[in-house]
């Protein structure tokens, strides 16, 4: 199966068969709206794949979260399935214990959006109309608060903005609207 062959359909029904976790699922799907939402203004740039290395970059974690396991396990299987090696050296280069460089545009925005996603739907989660509303400034200031979704790396967030250069309001702006888009079609 190549990339082409592989449906963003047949990439969540292999996401269902790996993924039981529904935030899991749901940070997923957050990255691949998000990778989606770049793959517009990016020169070149495949929507489906990149929206593939979104919804597919965690396949592994819930059965394989150590360094040693994760994304390998995840990204032999996926080759095995024949996905494009571009979409696997994204999934590779996202942890950044892999050693695999972000040397593409599709791995620099996947590293960029895997954090900020799930910080972002953190912020949704204490808001009472979730991200429908929220604002780049009202990231800035949750991410102040080292307590506050404590488990997201704030120094991949500020990595991934200056690996992208890109405005960090504007990035976070980007994110925020990727992922209220696709909010009502995705169940937490």
Not at 32 to 40: I, K, V
Not at 50 to 72: C, F, I, K, S
Not at 126 to 147: C, F, H, I, Q
């Amino acid at each position: 199966m190549s990339t082409s062959d592989m449906t963003l359909t047949d990439a969540r029904v292999l996401l269902h068969e790996w993924v039981s976790n529904p935030a899991l699922r749901h940070h997923m799907e957050s990255v691949a709206a998000c990778m989606g939402s770049y793959a517009e203004i990016v020169q070149g740039a495949d929507r489906a794949q990149w929206m593939l290395a979104g919804l597919l970059h965690d396949l592994d974690w819930e059965r394989h979260p150590t360094q040693a396991e994760h994304p390998r396990v995840g990204v032999a299987l996926l080759r095995e399935r024949g996905v494009d090696e571009s979409v696997l050296h994204a999934i590779m280069a996202h942890a950044p214990y892999t050693g695999t460089l972000r040397d593409t545009a599709m791995a620099r925005h996947l590293f960029a959006v895997d954090e900020l996603a799930g910080f972002i739907v953190a912020c949704g989660k204490v808001r009472p109309d979730g991200v429908a509303t929220l604002e780049p400034a009202s990231v800035r200031k949750k991410l102040k608060n080292a307590s506050f979704a404590a488990a997201v790396s704030r120094d991949d967030i500020a990595t991934g903005v200056a690996e992208l250069a890109v405005n960090e309001d504007a990035h976070f702006a980007r994110c925020i609207a990727a992922i209220a888009s696709m909010r009502d079609g995705l169940a937490v």
